[in-house]
């Protein structure tokens, strides 16, 4: 139907009775927040199925080599491990290639067409974040020229390193960084804890499509 | 499934079938009661009425601004690249789809959860084009090799036991696997994974459109939604008209009355924004994105007094209230949308005459007034599709009210009906019970024991004194 018939239709069907202004100002829900600490994100994320920590930035190659080894447990002994790095953890490039190595894991950072193909085979995917909400645990990433889609879908366990400072009390808050990312991102996701389905006799089970484990660092000054 | 509830049967024929089932009830009970309990808890801390106010007012609003807010959600999506198409009815939607099906050259189409699609039967009229059509939400994967439809709109296979579905999964894929829910979705993963990685087409739904920056976003547990609108070269979405919000201010509060009502958790895995397809500067993503907005009968249901209805936003907790869907299930209802929201939204949008009679699949208990997060009078609505059924009922049933309210309409007549049914009572009763009356009588007592009337009713014993010396069930 043309546009313009469909929404004349629309007007039509709503006569000009005045309608009610939004309201100002809502009542906290239950994503709402009050603090902003790392403390409450931690404890959601938790609570979600993921994990986290805060480290200072001259313990973050250990935090890395730590959580790349506790997410890659799972795979067998003889499998080659490999991880895909997005560049927009490029201001932790070093400690991140690093604690990489350190816990035996290959680093892979593909071109642009190659992505795909070795986000299918890679253990682990590592992205930044745009911001954390700590009455959620959840972590919004923002894909673009310098974090593929894939590099946090198709790997078994994704790890976000990104800076402690970008958290903030509840889901409201995130909103306005979140209408932000539309001008510069097709996908951005907020993502709350590993994938997850209960569609088996309500039993949870962990990682049905996206990454079945999930670690986030938050890092803070040296 | 079917797109509509069937012309062919009624709800009676369909839940007495449900009923056979004794399982069914346990289930869905089960699966109802958890998730109304921690829905409760989830708001029980907070001021539910406040919220619910503030939920149903921002519906409200951006209904009664539907055609601004369409315009202005088109104009901004189309800035972005995503093709909009305005669907006056299933058939333009179908069509539309098919087309750029087509035209993308598809062999295999992987499906993220629509509603929408449902409604118009999307599924079904790909795979007589010839095309391979995957659903991708586990439990939808597994409803649809089963060859059914979802019977719960957030545990759409909760009617299958694990034993049923590593059956299903073996036989389907000629393997042997063990009924391990963590098996069995492992096993789920590989496959759809593979499907993702192939599929030349993804479809989803949409959760709700923001009208100021042109995006949708998708709610899921699964991660199938991101998958669907990531992998595969076009992504197709699906929205009702009515799915909207004016900005992402209005998301803040909408989302978790969302998630929090449909199972009690503030947020779920995935929220998932779609602002058009992959940029240039982009390494991935969909070269191209559509959606579908489809009418398909709201614009009439805007103009008339079930306009509320359109509030819906899909949660389901008023199915897991209802009294009547915890027996006879989704499938009871023959319809894509089950439960309360389904008993008053499918005879709007299939019409009366093939659906009226689940405006009667309801004890007006008013449970799902209760607990929907948006306020919609779906008593109200059931009671006033009810009057509208009533001119279509049949002579007899016509014949019986008028009769009801004649008898009815006069104390010397009601005096009567009472001393007759005091007598004719007496033929019927067993052990305190009517269990079976004569026609026209027997199509109640068939279903239902009765009471027999006391002995001497409230209007005699007022008229005795208060300590009448009888016990009132007349023994």
Same mark, same amino acid.
């Given at each position: 139907m043309e546009r313009e018939a469909f929404l004349g239709r629309v007007r039509q069907s709503l006569g000009d009775a005045p309608a009610a202004d939004l309201p100002a100002s809502f009542p906290a829900t239950p994503a709402s927040g009050t603090d902003a600490t790392a403390e409450r994100f931690l404890a959601e994320l938790g609570k979600a199925g993921a994990s986290g920590s805060v480290v200072a930035r001259y313990e973050l190659a250990d935090a890395v080599a730590d959580a790349a080894r506790a997410l890659t447990s799972g795979a067998g002994d003889g499998d080659t491990l490999t991880a895909v790095v997005a560049p927009d953890t490029d201001e932790f490039a070093a400690e991140i290639e690093i604690g990489l190595r350190v816990a035996g894991v290959d680093v892979d950072r593909p071109d642009a067409p190659g992505w795909r193909e070795a986000s299918s085979r890679a253990a682990l995917g590592v992205t930044s974040a745009e911001l954390g909400v700590a009455s959620t645990g959840s972590v919004l990433i923002v894909p673009g020229a310098a974090s593929p889609r894939v590099a946090s879908l198709l790997p078994t366990a994704h790890l976000v390193v990104m800076p402690a400072g970008r958290l903030v009390a509840g889901l409201e808050d995130a909103m306005p960084t979140v209408a932000g990312t539309a001008d510069v991102s097709s996908a951005p996701v907020l993502v709350t804890g590993p994938s997850r389905t209960s569609d088996i006799e309500m039993i949870t089970v962990l990682g049905v499509h996206g990454p079945k484990a999930l670690h986030v660092l938050l890092v803070g000054e040296w | 499934m079917t797109p509509e509830a069937s012309p062919s049967t009624r709800f009676k024929d369909r839940a007495a079938s449900q009923l056979v089932n004794r399982r069914l009830p346990i289930v869905i009970g089960n699966a109802t009661d958890l998730r109304e309990r921690r829905r409760r808890e989830a708001f029980a801390p907070l001021d539910g009425d406040g919220l619910r106010d503030a939920a149903e007012a921002v519906r409200a609003h951006t209904l009664a601004n539907l055609d601004t807010y369409l315009e202005r959600f088109a104009d901004r999506a189309q800035a972005r690249g995503t093709k909009v198409f305005f669907a006056a009815d299933g058939a333009e939607a179908l069509d539309y789809v098919r087309g750029v099906v087509r035209q993308a050259g598809a062999r295999v189409v992987a499906k993220g959860k629509s509603m929408a699609s449902e409604e118009i039967g999307l599924g079904h009229a790909l795979e007589a084009d010839g095309l391979e059509v995957v659903e991708t939400d586990l439990g939808e994967y597994i409803v649809q090799i089963a060859g059914e439809a979802p019977s719960h709109i957030t545990a759409p296979a909760v009617h299958h036991d694990r034993a049923e579905i590593a059956e299903l999964f073996s036989r389907t894929h000629g393997v042997e696997l063990p009924p391990d829910p963590e098996a069995l979705t492992a096993f789920a993963r590989g496959v759809l994974r593979e499907t993702f990685l192939t599929a030349d087409v993804g479809i989803s739904g949409v959760n709700f459109a923001i009208a100021e920056t042109g995006s949708f976003v998708m709610v899921t547990n699964e991660g199938n939604g991101r998958m669907v609108t990531s992998l595969p070269r076009v992504h197709i979405a699906l929205m009702g008209m009515e799915r909207i919000v004016p900005t992402h201010r209005e998301l803040g509060l909408l989302l978790p009355m969302l998630v929090a009502s449909a199972?009690?958790?503030?947020? +779920? +895995?995935y929220f998932s924004f779609v602002n058009g397809p992959r940029r240039d500067d982009e390494p991935d993503g969909p070269d191209e994105v559509h959606i579908v907005v489809l009418d398909n009968g709201r614009s009439g249901i805007l103009a008339g007094e079930f306009r509320s209805i359109l509030h819906c936003i899909r949660c389901g907790a008023c199915q897991n209230v209802c009294p009547v869907y915890r027996q006879v299930g989704g499938h009871g209802y023959g319809s894509v949308y089950a439960g309360p929201i389904g008993a008053v939204l499918t005879p709007l949008l299939s019409g009366m005459d093939r659906a009226g009679d689940l405006a009667h699949a309801s004890s007006l208990c008013g449970a799902c007034v209760e607990v929907c997060p948006v306020k919609i009078p779906l008593v109200e609505h059931l009671i006033g599709l009810r009057r509208l059924a009533a001119k279509h009922a049949g002579a007899g049933e016509r014949a019986s009210f008028f009769g009801w309210a004649r008898a009815w309409g006069s104390a010397r007549r009601y005096r009567f009906v009472g001393w007759a049914g005091r007598l004719g009572q007496r033929l019927v009763t067993r052990r305190g019970r009517i269990r079976r009356a004569p026609f026209p009588f027997s199509r109640w007592t068939a279903d239902r024991d009765l009471p027999p009337l006391a002995r001497r009713g409230f209007r005699a014993r007022w008229k005795a004194g208060a300590n009448g010396s009888e016990r009132p069930d007349g023994t």
């Open positions: - | 199972g009690g958790r503030p947020v +779920t +895995t």
